[in-house]
Structure formats: structure tokens, C-alpha cells
T-cell receptor, first 112, second 114 residues
């Protein structure tokens, strides 16, 4: 059973389009993080959200933590080829130890 | 360096051989994590160190896998009697003891078992 469900698993879009990636769980998380990974490299942290309902923006990327802290979304506006990569969500479950629970990732391809 | 470093970047070995993978965490980070990642998948947790001790080794797949961190800094992941199914990218990450547990990753070691 996957504790963090990410969708979609694969996404191929044209430059300039918008997209949303979802990360859902039945468990409550005390914090949730989004990472981006390029081929041959380790994941790079984009953002951490800790408060239910929190919204954070990073240039064209908007991250939202659900009110109940069970889900999160990543929205990219006007995607560019440089956004291509594997997007991963990971969270620390409330009341649990420090081990991150990982989603399986969303592989995004932005075509010029 | 400022980031997490891992050596070697690539390792090719034969089935049945022993391998060691090394991780140098960010200076001052007391927590260190090992993950295994297959192509296009998220990281799979292996083991977590807090200081010198393994706080959680529940992700190690079997007793062929072992990791140490004798001085609370550099860590070595050791795999005995390698099998073809061990082929993957092995990632190391480190974090501070406090905060939201953000983890900073190294570039990984790509292990190929022939």
C-alpha cells in the first residue's frame, strides 16, 4: 500500500501549458515536501509546507497543503522545457518518527 | 564541499562480489539517510542514522546489506554477495536534527551488477 499517492504518474505537455500534480494520502502529515529530480542527479528540495491550507509560491510554481494536511498539490503555470523532470512529494507523518514517506513521483516532459 | 557527496558515481560489479558505497554529508548535519531508487520511481528508504547509531534500519532488504557511520559523519553502505536485483541508484541524504526534516541529497551512486 502506497501511503502517498501521486498523480499523474506521467505527463507530457507543450510549452506554455499549465499543469497540476497531486499528492494524496489517508494519513495526516506534520510536514510535506516537494522535490524535483533530473536524470543522473539526486532530488532537490523545492519547498516544505507545514500548516494546513498553506500556499507557497516559487516563481511559476504554486504549492498548496490541504486543510486537513492529508494532501498537497503542485501547480505549474506556463510550463517551460526547463521544468522537465521527476517531481516527488514526501512527508513526515504526524506523531511518527523522522522517516520521510515518499510518493512514486510524476515524470513531467515539457515539449518545445 | 558544501553539498552531500557520494563516491563512486558509478560502480559495475559481478554477481556475488562485495561493494562499498560512500557518503559524505553536509558538515553539521547529524542525520544521514540511505535510499535506493529505480528508474522513474521515488526513493526507497533503506536506513537512517542519527549521529553514529542506526535509528531505523527497517528498509534494509536483507542481511546482505549493512551500513556504518563510525564517527557520525561519513557513512558507508556495504552490500555482500551482490545480486542482479541490487542494481539501482543508491542515494544518500543528510539533514539537521531539528526543523521540518528537509533532506539534502547527493548525486547518487549507480550500481550495476552483471
Amino acid at each position: 500500500t502506497q501511503l502517498l499517492e501521486q498523480s499523474p504518474q506521467f505527463l507530457s505537455i507543450q510549452e506554455g501549458e499549465n499543469l497540476t500534480v497531486y499528492c494524496n494520502s489517508s494519513s495526516v502529515f506534520s510536514s510535506l515536501q516537494w522535490y524535483r529530480q533530473e536524470p543522473g542527479e539526486g532530488p532537490v528540495l523545492l519547498v516544505t509546507v507545514v500548516t494546513g491550507g498553506e500556499v507557497k509560491k516559487l516563481k511559476r510554481l504554486t504549492f498548496q497543503f490541504g486543510d486537513a494536511r492529508k494532501d498537497s498539490s503542485l501547480h505549474i503555470t506556463a510550463a517551460q522545457p526547463g521544468d522537465t523532470g521527476l517531481y516527488l512529494c514526501a512527508g513526515v507523518r504526524a506523531g511518527n518518527n523522522r522517516k520521510l514517506i515518499w510518493g512514486l513521483g510524476t515524470s513531467l516532459a515539457v515539449n518545445p | 564541499g558544501a553539498g552531500v557527496s557520494q563516491t563512486p558515481s558509478n560502480k559495475v560489479t559481478e554477481k556475488g562480489k562485495y561493494v562499498e558505497l560512500r557518503c559524505d554529508p553536509i558538515s553539521g548535519h547529524t542525520a544521514l539517510y540511505w535510499y535506493r531508487q529505480s528508474l522513474g520511481q521515488g526513493p526507497e528508504f533503506l536506513i537512517y542514522f542519527q549521529g553514529t547509531g542506526a535509528a531505523d534500519d527497517s528498509g534494509l532488504p536483507n542481511d546482505r546489506f549493512f551500513a556504518v557511520r563510525p564517527e557520525g559523519s561519513v557513512s558507508t553502505l556495504k552490500i555482500q554477495r551482490t545480486e542482479r536485483g541490487d542494481s539501482a541508484v543508491y542515494l544518500c541524504a543528510s539533514s539537521l536534527a531539528q526543523g521540518a526534516f528537509e533532506q539534502f541529497f547527493g548525486p547518487g551512486t549507480r550500481l550495476t551488477v552483471l
